[in-house]
T-cell receptor, first 114, second 115 residues
Framework: ETGVTQSPTHLIKTRGQQVTLRCSSQ?????VSWYQQALGQGPQFIFQ???????GRGNFPPRFSGLQFPNYSSELNVNALELDDSALYLC?????????????FGPGTRLTVL | AQSVTQLDSQVPVFEEAPVELRCNYS??????LFWYVQYPNQGLQLLLK??????LVKGINGFEAEFNKSQTSFHLRKPSVHISDTAEYFC?????????????FGTGTRLQVTL
């Protein structure tokens, strides 16, 4: 069984640009969640996708959007990048979307916005 | 609203000594609690979780945690730490936000193990 993978590992962008981060969930996992972890902080919930539809969102603006595909891959898109978007972005996959379903995290993508 | 407080931002400890990392939570609904560990430049790895039943939960790498409902705490313990336990530890509560399950994390505790 393969774990959760993310690409790229690191990314540098400039303010105003757009970025796409990718995640590959564990096989069989219907749910993927994305988190933003600023330096020295705990991860913050961005949104969750269940069976290819957005299932819930945290306190993030609409310029943060996502997609989930049938092959267990997913994307996080961020438009109009701001300096405060610099963070580690983590995806987590789980079998289902309930609060007792364990979320398994990938290694993250480190985004730097200059 | 749910929240998690990790009272210690850093905990220095000598190798082979016991350690306790403190976590307090607030939640108005059913409580499901998790501890994750994050090694440098890596993602989060699940250490253990409390869903229901026995309040003493055993996890990987010799860690255990005790759920205390009256004190709203879920402290993590290890009787004897190793250098390799040096990492950031996060306590989290899992709740439903509409139909989505979200983890709310504390700010983390940095465990520094030295010889």
């Amino acid at each position: 069984e393969t774990g959760v993978t993310q690409s790229p590992t690191h990314l540098i962008k400039t303010r105003g640009q757009q970025v796409t981060l990718r995640c590959s969930s564990q096989s069989g996992h219907n749910t993927v969640s994305w988190y933003q972890q600023a330096l020295g902080q705990g991860p913050q919930f961005i949104f969750q996708y269940y069976r290819e539809e957005e299932n819930g969102r945290g306190n993030f603006p609409p310029r943060f959007s996502g997609l989930q595909f049938p092959n267990y891959s997913s994307e996080l898109n961020v438009n109009a990048l701001e300096l405060d978007d610099s963070a580690l972005y983590l995806c987590a996959s789980s079998l289902d979307r309930g609060p007792t379903d364990t979320q398994y995290f990938g290694p993250g993508t480190r985004l730097t916005v200059l | 609203a749910q929240s998690v407080t990790q009272l210690d931002s850093q905990v220095p400890v000598f190798e082979e000594a016991p350690v306790e990392l403190r976590c307090n939570y607030s939640s108005s609904v059913s409580v499901y609690l998790f501890w994750y560990v994050q090694y440098p430049n890596q993602g989060l790895q699940l250490l253990l979780k409390y869903l229901s039943g026995s309040t003493l939960v055993k996890g990987i790498n010799g860690f255990e945690a005790e759920f205390n409902k009256s004190q709203t705490s879920f402290h993590l313990r290890k009787p004897s730490v190793h250098i390799s336990d040096t990492a950031e530890y996060f306590c989290a509560v899992s709740t439903l936000r509409g139909t989505a399950s979200k983890l709310t994390f504390g700010t983390g505790t940095r465990l520094q193990v030295t010889l």
